[in-house]
């Protein structure tokens, strides 16, 4: 399973199987099942293996078809060119997993609320650092 841990501006994707079934979005993880210790993460989303976005307003693991308006999961207004006052409503149907982590997760991701002592360029990975400096 993926993690994408991100500080800030900066973020670091982790590949670790870990036991976080059953865990939902907002619920804390403690650092040190990544690697991380004494850092505090918490979950602020996910997608699956075909790339569905979890919703943390679902109740539960599964799929559903939801009618989604522009924002998160939606973004059929950047696509209008003029946008006329008959456009303001726009709402898609669209697929979303529930904000429980499941076998179907394929990634997670998080946001650290407490740092450890290790600062968090360490788990940047070398490559990323390079790119941010070129």
Not at 39 to 61: C, R, W
């Amino acid at each position: 399973m993926k993690f994408v841990v991100s500080h800030g501006a900066k973020s670091c994707q982790i590949e670790k199987d870990v036991p976080v079934t059953g865990k939902k979005i907002g619920d804390a993880l403690e650092g040190s099942l990544l690697g991380m210790d004494g850092y505090k993460l918490v979950i602020t989303g996910g997608s699956d293996k075909a790339g569905f976005p979890m919703n943390k307003d679902m109740e539960n693991q599964g799929k559903k078809r939801m009618l989604v308006y522009p924002g998160f999961g939606f973004d059929g207004l950047k696509k209008i060119k003029k946008l006329t006052f008959r456009h303001e409503g726009m709402q898609r149907r669209k697929s979303m997993r529930g904000n429980v982590v499941s076998m179907e997760t394929a990634q997670i991701n998080c946001k650290v609320v407490e740092a450890g002592a290790k600062p968090f360029d360490e788990y940047v990975p070398k490559a990323a650092k390079k790119e941010e400096k070129g």
